[in-house]
């Protein structure tokens, strides 16, 4: 794994750049907060880096700091969500205001992104809500007032949520109700709930 490059600027290009380490000059497909804050050509630059290797491809993909490189790998494990998308969230958005927005729910912010639409941004929220919310605390420390966590009542939870992603109140509560009639009556978690509702907007 190629996790990191310290090398010579060649040259730029759109959104690559090319990095030259002991003569090899590695080709890289970087974020926007590396490209507005390159070094002149033929000055050092540090990277840090992801490897993909897929059966047709091997890419390698460039990040301001490990905490974009980290956030990169998370999108990407997010259906509908692939490198393309994960680099330009990350060009358009600061990590740290990636998961703002992500905790937040602001799916209208994270349609402002080119190439996202409103089912992957609903995936990103469902998705990564949890797992971001550890990260966010962990690399940032959390300096704003803790997210109220919702109170009393699956249905209504799941609806305080949809709606925080933008569906209108009546929307929300049909999709809840559509969603919970398919489940029965068995318990299940809010997570489950808000999947099975979204599947059904899917379906529309």
């Known amino acids: 794994m190629i996790a990191m490059l310290r090398g010579n600027l060649v040259d730029v290009e759109a959104n690559t750049v090319i990095v030259d380490v002991g003569g090899v000059g590695y080709q890289v497909y970087a974020t926007g907060q590396v490209l507005t804050q390159l070094p002149k050509t033929g000055e050092l630059l540090t990277i840090h880096t992801f490897l993909l290797v897929r059966d047709d491809s091997i890419v390698l993909y460039g990040f301001q700091s490990p905490e974009e490189k980290r956030l990169f790998q998370k999108i990407i494990t997010v259906s509908g969500a692939g490198p393309k998308t994960a680099i330009a969230l990350l060009s358009a958005l600061r990590p740290r205001d990636?998961?703002?927005?992500?905790?937040?729910?602001?799916?209208?912010?994270?349609?402002?992104?080119s190439g996202v639409g409103r089912k992957t941004a609903d995936r990103l929220i469902l998705e990564l809500r949890e797992t971001l919310g550890s990260f966010f605390d962990d690399d940032w420390g959390d300096d704003d007032p803790?997210?109220?966590?919702?109170?009393?009542?699956?249905?209504?939870?799941?609806?305080?949520?949809?709606?925080?992603?933008?569906?209108?109140?009546?929307?929300?509560?049909?999709?809840?109700?559509?969603?919970?009639?398919?489940?029965?009556?068995?318990?299940?978690?809010?997570?489950?709930?808000?999947?099975?509702?979204?599947?059904?907007?899917?379906?529309?």
């Open 146 to 204: 803790e997210m109220p966590d919702p109170v009393c009542g699956l249905a209504s939870d799941a609806v305080e949520a949809l709606t925080a992603l933008e569906y209108s109140e009546n929307e929300a509560q049909s999709l809840v109700d559509a969603a919970q009639q398919e489940l029965g009556e068995a318990p299940v978690e809010l997570q489950t709930l808000l999947k099975a509702a979204l599947a059904k907007n899917l379906q529309k």
């Open 98 to 113: 990636f998961v703002r927005a992500i905790q937040q729910g602001e799916r209208g912010r994270l349609l402002t992104v």
